[in-house]
């Protein structure tokens, strides 16, 4: 069995309390308050740099994106911006974040299956660089709307199916997203935007799913987009999807070797000279963030189950609920401890299926105990929600001991602000 999936560097300190990039996570949950997401700074710079040195090594026309839905928060856009990434924007709202945090608008793409007119003007206004056109209504939109040229890539749904949860696999032919190839309405939109006088067709996309481990469908992907290439494609943007470790039993691959693969099999079916772009989301920030909780009652039904339960829930993590999500879950103040009582953790929602960890051993957890759950630095800011009026955790970033808080907690103010 592997270890826990936290950040690298994390240790028990002699009080026996997990530290998160130098910070005691007891002093941070009294000091900031529960519940709160945690990230660890170096692990996600460390995640960012494999990404690019896996490239460097191999090519100098290549890009890395930071898939930005991920964590759509202004700091982290900096610091991926600073590690040299460009950026994946999937919204206007995340464009306006990118554009915040100082992304030049040359380093953004911006994706989408519906992109609204007021986000297409945002587009355009800001010099987006390259735009990923999803639909034929979008091309007659773009070009009504946006002066041009614009580059763009076109996003194809290769008929690629890996195994994954089918809710976050995108790349089958019965999919919302882009153009299918198999039906050759792939082949159409390509001829269409070849004719545009608006848009510059630079390349081809795909994203084929998320939370992968095997990536040879990767490899299948990129031959079967290669039937539609031509001189006009300069770019081939092969998406993100690399799957990590949310449980001590989950072994994803490393970074480069999926870099690799992705790599070698462009080179082999596009050749030299076009420029490779990948789009990883969860591989650069989620095992770089943990949430911390504080546990407000146990509830013991004998011969039945243990149910503990913590001040957050559906509404700050909500993939357990979405997709049958596992993750491992750990008592903070006592981490040296045995974990030795098998228990259920609960939110504190109005539902019964507000299950965050189902039948995870823990030591002996008690009232007022800070838990904490690792793995969830991706789609959990993200999907958070208000469900019960509860308010958003902050977002705190911890590097060599110093705690800053990059998104602060939600007040009950805020949920009154937008009465109107
Ligand atoms: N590129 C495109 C076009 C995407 O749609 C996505 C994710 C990514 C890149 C980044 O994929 P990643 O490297 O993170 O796997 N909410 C779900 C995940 C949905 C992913 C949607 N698209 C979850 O919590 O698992």
Request: hydrophobic share 40%; with cysteine; glycine share 10%.
């Amino acid at each position: 069995m592997a270890a826990m999936p936290y950040p690298a560097g994390t240790l028990t300190n002699a009080k026996g309390h997990l530290e998160v990039g130098g910070c005691d996570v007891v002093d941070l949950a009294a000091a900031f308050g529960t519940p709160a997401y945690l990230f660890s700074v170096e692990e996600m710079r460390s995640r960012a740099r494999a990404y690019m040195a896996a490239f460097s090594a191999r090519t100098d026309d290549f890009e890395v994106l930071f898939a930005s839905k991920a964590l759509p928060v202004t700091a982290a856009y900096r610091l991926f911006a600073q590690e040299g990434l460009s950026v994946d924007v999937a919204s206007g709202g995340e464009l306006t974040m990118a554009l915040a945090a100082g992304y030049e608008p040359g380093r953004i793409y911006m994706h989408g299956n519906n992109k609204t007119d007021s986000e297409i003007e945002l587009v355009g206004a800001s010099g987006v660089g390259h735009l990923i056109v999803d639909s034929f209504d979008e091309i007659e939109r773009c070009e009504r709307i946006l002066e041009g040229p614009q580059d763009v890539l076109v996003r194809v749904t290769p008929g690629i199916k890996p195994s994954t949860h089918s809710f976050i696999s995108t790349g089958q032919v019965d999919s919302k997203f882009g153009f299918a190839l198999e039906d050759g309405t792939a082949a159409r939109a390509i001829e269409r935007l070849l004719d545009s006088k608006t848009l510059n067709l630079v390349g081809l996309h795909f994203h084929i799913g998320s939370q992968i481990f095997e990536i040879e469908p990767f490899r299948l992907a990129v031959a079967s987009l290669a039937t539609l290439s031509g001189d006009w494609c300069r770019t081939v943007d092969v998406g993100g999807g690399l799957g990590i470790s949310y449980t001590q039993e989950d072994e994803p691959p490393e970074i480069e070797t999926y870099v690799d693969l992705k790599f070698e099999a462009v080179r082999e079916h596009f050749g030299d000279d076009v420029r490779i772009l990948v789009e990883p989301g969860r591989s650069l920030v989620g095992t770089a963030g943990v949430t911390i909780y504080t546990v407000g009652t146990v509830k013991e039904i004998p011969g039945v189950r243990t149910y503990v339960a913590v001040d957050g829930g559906m509404s700050d993590n909500l993939r357990p609920m979405l997709y049958d999500a596992r993750y491992e879950a750990v008592i903070a103040n006592r981490a040296g401890d045995e974990a030795d009582h098998v228990v259920t953790v609960a939110g504190s929602h109005c539902e019964s299926g507000d299950i965050l960890v189902r039948d995870v051993a823990l030591a002996d957890p008690k009232v007022g105990d800070i838990l904490l759950t690792p793995a969830t630095g991706a789609y959990g800011h993200s999907m958070a929600n208000n469900y019960n009026g509860m308010p958003r955790p902050p977002v705190i970033f911890c590097e060599d001991g110093q705690a800053t808080i990059v998104v602060r907690r939600e007040t009950y103010e805020d949920l009154l602000a937008r009465d109107a």
